[in-house]
């Protein structure tokens, strides 16, 4: 007989992977999402697979310790993803046919603990490794010459197979009996040099455990004969661990490389102009260890338009490649082409979308929407929600508007807002007020002093301030004794000032109504803004002295950004035509004009 050749084909252990997957909205109330993505790996499978579909057969079931929470029949049953409460769980899974005795039927299971944490995806690999005992045999030429019509018989109390010449190079599949872990087996053969006698010989195989293999190796002990002038045989059984970590993987409902969603969290992954697009390779075998990934780009509702391309970088499993100079507000679609050694050709992802950051402006930020009033002047048109406020609804009780609309000097449109520091009263009685105007609402007259609720909800990222302003200071007129000592030299000029802070998500109360800060100008109990804070995201600020000429003049103020960390939540912008109004102090006549406030992004 002819020695037995055999070609190994590419094994097929089923795995089941729970795979981690980015997601612009968490799921809320303590869920989180799972997607299970199966593997098929293995170096061990049949010479045909035409009766094998471990996608149709496989059984899925996830418990906690109440018990069975989702089971699935069969991978097409299994929802792209699963919600689980927070908690933790054991994923089990089965695949195949689980028979005695088979030629081409294998059964693979496994298991893994897992858990899930409210609003986050879970990852959890389940290797389904083969649960069958697996055989082999190997004769050498030389068994021709002592024995014909032989064969060898495997098997245990519930089936058996024979490796006759039909059988010779497959592999057979046994699922052991609870109650019978002996794979027993019997080389039997007529001596080839009677034709008569039968030769027999019987043993077993103790404790055989699944994802082996086990090699009968038959051959002739050379030089060794009996009585009737045939020889010994040696027969060798050798143990192979199925399991190695060559692993095949098959898309089923999964890829070898799948785009990600840009993670809208990180504040430096998606900003107005720039977004950083990722891929993972969640099956690294089926793309080899040097992949190459060029990301292809385009707005989204740009069709007719090419594909702009960029060269991804990769590390540790995942492409990614940074996006500039993008245009704020705009959907963005996006893919990733990935080529390899292994590849045959090019593996192309599916196209998903991104949308940048909108370069969001100010309400009313040229100041022509007013509600005109005797006191004061609200700088929000009739059925438009305030955004603006000023600090003046004190001095407005003495009939005083010191925040009021211009119509003489304007940059565009039909009017400028005028700030007009002045003292209102009547004699000495009475309270310095700086003309004003900021981002946020007038809160409480207490007593001569206001209460100030700064900011307003803001999640851009602007680079500068834009405004056109014309400032005319006059000398300081008003001082208090706690006023910064600067305010109190004898003939020094008033300032303006403007500043801008983007702010984090921290707030303070007041009756209910919640704002970064909630300024307070009483000595007693002084609440101001503090430029040093820890809350502040980026900061702009300028100090005014007298502007040339009659008109308005551009005005540039950079944002600089001192943390990198978080998106900001609010703005915060003030305009003052004195500098120290906080301190009831400034010159009686120092006016200042706006007008055109835009922030810029770069």
């Not at 006698?197 to 051959?219: C, D, M, W």
Request: hydrophobic fraction near 40%.
């Amino acid at each position: 007989m002819k020695a037995l050749k055999y070609t190994l084909a590419a094994a097929a252990v089923a795995a089941m992977s729970l795979a981690s997957c980015q997601d612009e909205s968490p799921v809320a109330g303590g869920e989180g999402r799972v997607t299970f993505c199966p593997k098929f790996s293995a170096d061990l499978s049949v010479e045909s697979r035409a009766d094998e579909n471990l996608e149709e057969s496989l059984i899925l079931w996830v418990s906690n310790d109440k018990g069975v929470v989702r089971q699935y029949a069969g991978m097409a049953s299994v929802p792209s993803e699963v919600k689980l409460l927070a908690g933790s769980y054991l994923a089990e899974a089965w695949a195949g046919d689980s028979v005695s005795a088979s030629w081409d039927k294998r059964w693979f299971k496994g298991q893994a603990s897992f858990d899930v944490t409210g609003g986050s995806s879970s990852s959890v690999e389940i290797k389904c490794k083969i649960a069958n005992v697996a055989v082999r045999v190997e004769y050498a030429d030389d068994v021709d010459a002592v024995l014909q019509d032989y064969t060898l018989q495997v098997g245990h109390s519930r089936g058996t197979l024979t490796f006759d010449a039909e059988h010779l190079g497959q592999r057979g599949y046994f699922m052991m009996p609870s109650r019978d872990r002996d794979l027993a087996w019997t080389l039997t053969g007529t001596k080839k040099a009677d034709g008569v006698t039968l030769f027999t010989r019987t043993a077993s195989i103790a404790n055989a455990q699944p994802g082996h293999e086990y090699v009968f190796k038959v051959s002739c002990a050379k030089g060794q004969f009996d009585d009737k002038g045939g020889a010994f045989l040696n027969i060798v059984i050798v143990d192979n661990v199925i399991e190695k970590d060559d692993v095949v993987y098959v898309p089923v409902n999964a890829d070898p490389v799948v785009i990600n969603p840009v993670d809208r969290i990180d504040p430096q992954a998606l900003t107005h102009n720039s977004a950083t697009i990722t891929a993972k390779v969640e099956m690294p075998d089926a793309v080899g260890e040097n992949p190459v990934g060029t990301f292809y780009y385009r707005p989204a509702e740009s069709r007719a338009d090419g594909w702009s391309e960029i060269a991804a970088e990769y590390a540790d499993g995942l492409f990614s490649a940074h996006l500039a100079g993008l245009t704020p507000g705009t959907t963005y679609e996006y893919y990733i082409e990935v080529t390899s050694d292994l590849l045959t050709e090019p593996l192309v992802t599916n196209t998903i979308t991104f949308a940048t950051e909108p370069a969001a402006q100010l309400p009313n930020s040229s100041f022509e929407d007013w509600q005109d009033a005797a006191a004061p002047y609200l700088i929000y048109g009739a059925g438009q929600q305030m955004f603006w406020d000023s600090g003046n609804h004190g001095s407005a009780t003495m009939r005083k508007n010191v925040t009021v609309p211009d119509l003489t000097i304007y940059h565009s449109g039909e009017r400028s807002i005028k700030l007009a520091s002045q003292f209102v009263g009547v004699g000495s009685l009475g309270k310095f007020a700086a003309g004003n105007v900021f981002v946020g609402k007038y809160l409480k007259t207490d007593g001569t002093d206001g209460i100030l609720g700064f900011g307003r909800p803001f999640t851009g990222r602007p680079t500068a301030l834009r405004v056109w302003v014309k400032y005319k200071p006059v000398a300081i007129s008003h001082t208090q004794d706690d006023a910064p000592e600067e305010y109190k030299q004898e003939g020094a000029i008033d300032k303006g000032a403007i500043f801008l802070a983007l702010w984090d998500s921290y707030t303070e109360e007041y009756n209910g109504e919640k704002y970064p800060i909630v300024i307070q100008t009483k000595a007693a109990n002084r609440h101001l803004f503090d430029s040093q804070s820890e809350h502040i995201v980026a900061y702009g600020s300028v100090d005014l002295d007298e502007t040339e000429g009659d008109g308005l003049v551009e005005l540039v103020i950079p944002i600089e950004y001192r943390r990198t960390d978080v998106r900001p939540s609010y703005i915060i912008l003030t305009c003052s035509a004195s500098k120290a109004g906080d301190f009831f102090t400034g010159g009686s006549g120092s006016n200042m004009w706006l007008d055109d406030v835009e922030l810029i992004y770069k």
